[in-house]
């Protein structure tokens, strides 16, 4: 990656180790990939040759995973740039248009994201601006902080087609007929972007954090089943649970593998001889998700309540940029007692309150116990998968 071509002036490298491990770990990068932590002094310019620079707010603000799907490298492929020189808001604004479509049931193509979006450049990154069409995103992030100094080096094949950077000059607006009045373009629902948990992402097509032989799938849950696309509004009281595989139905990972770009093992066969930078030694899968309930979500009104066998690296070394990030010294982290005494009762059962901050740098959900309380409906209890998360 040249520096001319990303627009130059980059600034250095400007965040924690600890913060790429947890980015590693928690989006389950395969060894394989080689995801290597730049030296001091790099810059996102400066990936070696064999592997292409990634951004952390790829994934923590924009719900970009790995392998990627069809529909990013489409966007990649027909525009004519590197993924290294789109923006973040780029990323959100492709990422979340495809949310809107495989929530409701489209299949997300070029042709219809063109109805929406137009292509802009700005100091060597690429974005998109909204046409004279419906607003289908609101709410987008208003900034991303330091996100050209959060970056890291990863193996060129882990997306499998040929990339080009494209150099900065006038862009050609686009001339194209607003669909209004189509079915698809009146059904697509206008959605606020929201920072999903993986298992919204699972269920939409766009992760594959899934194991192959679970006969069960993710779906949105509220008085049965609801929509998938009503999950990104923060007032939905909605609940992700499981249902059983119909008769007949494949497994869920077969039936959303077409979605993604994978890679053949063997291109990982004879990596780059030399990079720069530093790597995790012998980097550990996380735990993969298991049946039902491992991580259930109800979305109130005003807070997350959750309850997660996700775990973080209990490492002091390699947590301490997280708690530093969040505001908490490590070392007072040690002695810092959390009081369980206050409770309180909803329906028979005693609650605890969970607040679930999403981690602007990681994109992890990290579970908080707080002393405030929050009421509980008792209906809430008849729903699949609450008791394990209400019950103390």
Known sequence: ???????????????????????????????????????????????????????????????????????????????????????????????????????????????????????QGNMGFFSFALRNAKKILISPPKSFHDWKMKFFYICVEVIPMAMQFRAMGPIAKEHMAISRGTTWYENLMVLPNLVFGEQVLVAAGMSDRWPEDIESVFVLLFDGQARLYQSAFPTFAGVIGTRPLRDGEEFWLEQIRPNFMFTWIEAF?????????????????????TFAS???????GEELVASSEHELNPSPNLFAGVLRYLGVDPDEKKTRRVSKKKTATAGGATVKKIVVENHKALGVQVALVRKALIPVRPQLLKRPGMIQILKS
């Open 1 to 119: 990656m040249h520096s001319q071509e990303a627009g130059g002036g980059l600034p250095p490298l400007k965040w924690d180790i600890g913060l790429f491990e947890q980015v590693v770990r928690g989006y389950q990068f395969l060894p394989e990939w080689d995801a290597r932590y730049p030296s001091q002094g790099k810059t996102a310019a400066d990936a070696p040759t064999g592997y292409i620079t990634l951004f952390a707010d790829f994934f923590s603000e924009g719900d970009f995973r790995l392998p990627t799907t069809h529909f990013l490298a489409n966007i990649l492929q027909y525009y004519g740039f590197h993924i290294s020189q789109m923006s973040p808001i780029g990323m959100v604004r492709v990422r979340h248009f495809e949310f809107v479509c495989r929530s409701q049931g489209e299949e997300p193509t070029i042709e219809k994201f063109r109805v929406f979006y137009q292509l």
């Open 269 to 289: 066969a004879a990596p780059p001889l030399a990079a720069e930078g530093a790597r995790i030694p012998k980097p550990r899968p996380c735990r993969a998700i």
């Open 294 to 300: 491992k991580e259930i979500v109800y979305l109130s």
